[in-house]
Nanobody, 121 residues
Framework: AQLVEFGGGSLQAGGSLTLSCAGSGFDYSSSCMAWFRQAPGKAREEVAS???????TYTDSVKGRFTISRDNAKNTLSLQMNALKPEDTAMYYCAANPSWSRLCSGAFAYWGQGTQVTVSS
């Protein structure tokens, strides 16, 4: 299995950025897919997830600003990030949890290499 992220970069606060993730080698359509992030010196946190039914959940700090979406035909996952803040600065990771139930439960089995997002004030 493989996950590859694209789209990180550096930008000023208030800007927008879209991250993408391409998955292969596993049953993508039934998988729970998620974006995590980890800032220096901080624990990794789950930013957003979408289950095999396309239902999305978000951590409170990004609600209303970030949108997660998936294309099961292309095995891709996206994270549209708007109104970015300096505190969004982190390495962002795509993760997959193949699940027969299509639900988001349990540990994530596959991880991408990460893409850096840096937001300056």
């Amino acid at each position: 299995a493989q996950l590859v992220e694209f789209g990180g970069g550096s930008l000023q606060a208030g800007g927008s950025l879209t991250l993408s993730c391409a998955g292969s080698g596993f049953d993508y359509s039934s998988s729970c897919m998620a974006w995590f992030r980890q800032a220096p010196g901080k624990a990794r946190e789950e930013v957003a997830s979408t289950d095999g039914y396309g239902r999305a959940t978000y951590t409170d700090s990004v609600k209303g600003r970030f949108t997660i979406s998936r294309d099961n035909a292309k095995n891709t996952l996206s994270l549209q990030m708007n109104a970015l803040k300096p505190e969004d600065t982190a390495m962002y990771y795509c993760a997959a949890n193949p699940s027969w139930s299509r639900l988001c439960s349990g540990a994530f089995a596959y991880w991408g290499q990460g893409t850096q997002v840096t937001v300056s004030s």
